[in-house]
């Protein structure tokens, strides 16, 4: 078997001498995959097997970084010690793939000299050294580059609407992530990447700042943060331990503005991360904006869900002591006893070491790039602790708490800020027969509940939260107009 990389990011695989050419060759991750053309000709037979794919109806992208399998006809192909050219590489603008003979591994497209300690400790010291202008532009990240999602993804929307001459670098971990028309992805570590967060005005992001972050003068960072507090949060997490209030404190302290979804999270956040003296804006959350305006029919046809199926959106939060999503739910027996196509949606946290959930009538959207447009294609919400909760109530829809794990994750994991089962806006269950019959039977009143949360927690979640944000960056003079 020999194997070439071709450029565009094409793989080619041939094979002499082993009968019958296979009806499918295909390239297959955890939460990715492609198939391959096959031809015969001569002796043997040719696979050809791009990179790139299209996920969710979104442009053609590199595959995500990861470690692939190569699949003939259904069966893993296994490692041939004979082939003498079995560990073959390629380094191209896209990413960097290499084939031991058994896996292939797609790598982000740094440079290998940059991505070896010493290189990356060269651009490190280059960006600490940067004395240059700053450019009028702003940097956005959202969960460390794995998405150009949430409340940065809404802000660059209103940005490039309202003041296109403002320059919008994306932070990605690689280019498999699609970003906002007119922004430039800068993947994360490559020279661009320091260089972008080095110059620009403005830095937007939902999450700690990684890597040596040195403020240049003039320089903002604006912390959306990614969701209303219901577990305790850095310095209030169960537990004292001196090293991680250190980091909190330095953390914070990277901080120049802070963006809360509503009073109670303005509250808690400060005190969490000793967030003090410094600007707090209560604006609501500019992700949810798209829950007024999106197009429902557009987000059902992007998963090939059909406008008349009901839909469940599974969206649970990451637990402490796994990598992986929670798997207490058997999801096609759910999808089976409720009729409902069921969307499985895991934590941030666990795009990377997960992979997808299969089964009939279940879509695994943890790595769909917009929340807000899979809550737009649900009919109800099932969670357990995620701040998906104060999102989703916008949509006036109902939600389920399945929350099996209740008193261990609130005694020992997290700790909650307020008591979950007294103000939940829906039913609270522990196994999965009570999570069919809440939804299947709706029996129980929660309308007073549900207004009660909205008027806590969605006062500001009226569609214009991101106008307010970018009205207060514009008036403030972190960025330019022109």
Do not use: C
Not at 127 to 151: H, I, K, M, Q, T
Not at 361 to 385: G, K, M, N, W
């Amino acid at each position: 078997m020999r194997v070439e990389f071709h450029g565009g990011d094409l793989l080619t695989m041939t094979v002499s001498d082993v009968g019958e050419a296979p009806a499918a060759v295909e390239v297959v991750g955890p939460r990715a995959g492609v198939r391959g053309e096959v031809s015969v000709g001569g002796d043997g037979w040719m696979a050809r097997i791009p990179l790139h794919t299209s996920r969710w109806g979104g442009a053609v992208l590199p595959l995500p970084a990861g470690s692939y399998a190569l699949v003939v006809d259904g069966a893993a192909a296994r490692r041939d010690e004979r082939a003498a050219d079995a560990a073959v590489s390629m380094h191209a603008p896209s990413l960097r793939a290499s084939w031991d003979g058994a896996r292939l591994a797609i790598a982000p497209p740094v440079d290998p000299a940059l991505d070896s300690e010493e290189g990356r400790r060269a651009l490190e010291q280059r960006y600490v050294a940067y004395r240059g202008p700053l450019e009028n532009a702003v940097f956005f990240e959202s969960f460390y580059g794995r998405s150009a999602s949430d409340n940065p993804r809404a802000i660059d929307r209103e940005l490039a609407r309202v003041a296109p001459a403002v320059t919008r670098y994306w932070s990605v971990a690689d280019l498999s992530v699609a970003v906002p028309e007119g922004a430039i992805a800068v993947v994360d570590g490559s020279p661009e990447w320091w260089q972008a967060r080095a110059a620009a005005r403005l830095l937007v992001v939902n999450d700690w700042l990684r890597r040596r972050f040195v403020r240049k003068p003039g320089q903002v960072v604006l912390q959306t943060w990614h969701g209303t507090p219901l577990k305790r949060l850095a310095l209030h997490r169960p537990g004292f331990d001196p090293r991680r209030a250190l980091a909190v404190f330095r953390e914070s302290r990277r901080w120049d503005i802070l963006l809360a979804q509503n009073p109670y999270s303005a509250r808690v956040l400060r005190a969490a991360y000793a967030f003090r003296r410094k600007p707090v804006w209560v604006e609501g959350y500019p992700r949810t904006d798209e829950l007024h305006t999106g197009d429902r029919d557009a987000a059902r046809a992007a998963l090939g869900v059909g406008p008349d199926e009901r839909v469940l959106l599974y969206a649970p939060t990451w637990r402490d002591d796994r990598e992986t999503i929670v798997d207490f739910l058997d999801l096609p027996a759910l999808a089976e006893a409720t009729g409902a196509v069921v969307l499985v949606r895991g934590h941030s946290r666990t795009l990377a070491p997960g992979a997808d959930e299969r089964g009939a009538r279940v879509i695994d959207v943890t790595s769909h790039p917009d929340l807000a447009a899979l809550q737009l294609a649900s009919d109800a919400l099932i969670t357990d602790y995620s701040s998906v909760m104060f999102d989703y109530t916008v949509t006036g829809r109902p939600l389920y708490f399945f929350a099996p794990d209740l008193e261990h994750y609130r005694g020992e994991l997290r700790g909650f800020y307020f008591d979950l089962a007294e103000s939940a806006p829906g039913p609270i269950v522990r196994t999965q027969d009570e999570l069919v019959h809440a939804i299947t039977a709706d029996d129980a009143d929660y309308s007073e509940r549900y207004a009660e949360w909205r008027a806590r927690f969605n006062a500001r979640d009226d569609g214009h939260a991101a106008e307010r944000v970018v009205a207060r960056i514009l008036d403030q003079g972190l960025v330019s107009r022109d």
